[in-house]
């Protein structure tokens, strides 16, 4: 089964071809942060402006590159929600016009659960169930226990935790910013603090506080980080300040702080849950150190649990994996002829504010 994946929910537009869920055909993405870097932050109206741009070169690359012709094409699916409105309403109204024009069923992906499935990508042996999954994107921090592919009665996702204020992506880019690095800033501190590590590999990174970190709960909070950082930054700024703080040294600190947390409690969880895989997942589990800490303390766990994570490249926002969520979750429809999608594709529609566990 090959399915077209469309994503265009923030400031990427993206399209991919998947076979079976697992095997990429192609996986182009165009993405507008660089004008984004400029402004220090997504203009929506911009980012929408740019997916208008960018939605039929990508998807006429996308297919172009995975060499299937339409025939071969058996669904579309698409990335209905969370997101920003006007980048969300261009995926959507085109994966409409095409589904009518092509004949072909459309599936509505939820983004944040679809972002799990990255882990069922270019994988010998596929996780198993139940699995505990952090996903850890830029505006979104939740930690949910997958009995079975959500789809099938059984199998919804149950929310265990998640952020109370910013998500860790957000905290990275706010961060970021206070110390002068470009947006997306969680790429830009991973660097600085990759530099700081180089020269000071021993060197204890604990200036930042660590909330939440011992409460009976799953969840976190890192509005707090900002501001100490905040603090810190203005500090430094001072005259009377004796020991003066780099850059790279401020970024590491960052980094460890908010890897340590979700390391910390995400093991917590598996403990109690015992699952049988864990799965990292979004724009954050990019991140160097949190990929290795996770292993690090797996490693040191008497769990039977797996460890998956994407590769880099397939946890920031592409439609691999929303391609491979329907894959999973919708075979039948995928397989159906048109008319017979999940949903009637005159119905399909934006859903800006979803959450991981909404329902479509
Ligand atoms: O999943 P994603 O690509 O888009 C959303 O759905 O939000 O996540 C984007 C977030 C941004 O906050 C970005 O700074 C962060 O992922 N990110 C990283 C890294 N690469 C991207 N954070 C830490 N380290 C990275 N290497
Ligand atoms: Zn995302």
């Not at 660590?210 to 810190?232: C, H, Q, Y």
Request: glycine share 6%.
């Amino acid at each position: 089964m090959r399915i077209l994946g469309i994503e265009t929910s923030c400031d990427e537009t993206a399209a991919a071809v998947v076979e079976d869920g697992t095997k990429i055909l192609s996986n182009v993405v165009a993405s507008s942060a660089e004008m984004h870097a400029k402004t220090g932050g997504i203009i929506p109206e911009q980012a929408a402006r740019q997916q208008i741009k960018s939605i039929i070169p990508v998807i006429d690359q996308s297919l172009t590159i995975s060499h299937q012709s339409l025939e071969n094409i058996d669904a579309i699916a698409l990335t209905v929600g969370p997101g920003l409105i006007g980048s969300l309403l261009v995926g959507v109204e085109t994966a409409k016009t095409l589904s009518f024009i092509w004949n072909k069923p459309i599936i509505p992906v939820n983004h944040l659960a679809a972002h799990i499935y990255a882990n069922w990508l270019k994988v010998n042996k596929k996780p198993k169930f139940p699995a505990l999954a952090l996903v850890v994107s830029g505006g979104h921090t939740d930690l949910v226990l997958m009995k079975d592919h959500p789809s099938k009665g059984r199998g919804k996702l149950s929310w265990i935790g998640g952020t109370r204020d910013d998500a860790a992506g957000e905290a990275f880019d706010k961060t970021a910013r206070l110390l002068g690095l470009p947006y997306p800033g969680g790429p830009a501190i991973s660097d600085e603090a990759e530099k700081f590590k180089v020269k000071n590999p021993n060197v204890k990174l604990k200036m930042f506080p660590r909330p939440m970190i011992d409460e009976d709960n799953f969840d976190w909070s890192f509005s707090g980080l900002k501001t100490a950082v905040l603090r810190k930054v203005k500090e430094q700024e001072s005259k009377r300040v004796k020991e003066k703080l780099t850059v790279p040294g401020l970024a590491a600190e960052i980094q460890e702080a908010i890897v340590d947390v979700l390391v910390e409690k995400t093991i917590r969880a598996a403990k109690l849950y015992k699952p049988k895989s864990l799965l990292l997942a979004g724009g954050v589990a990019a991140n160097k150190r949190l990929r290795e800490k996770f292993k690090l303390a797996i490693s040191h766990q008497p769990l039977a649990i797996k460890f998956f994570v994407p590769p880099p490249k397939l946890c920031t926002d592409n439609a691999t994996y929303i391609a491979a969520y329907a894959n999973f979750n919708y075979p039948r429809f995928a397989k159906a002829s048109r008319g017979e999608s999940p949903i009637p594709w005159k119905e399909i529609k934006a859903e800006p504010g979803l959450n991981i566990v909404g329902e479509i």
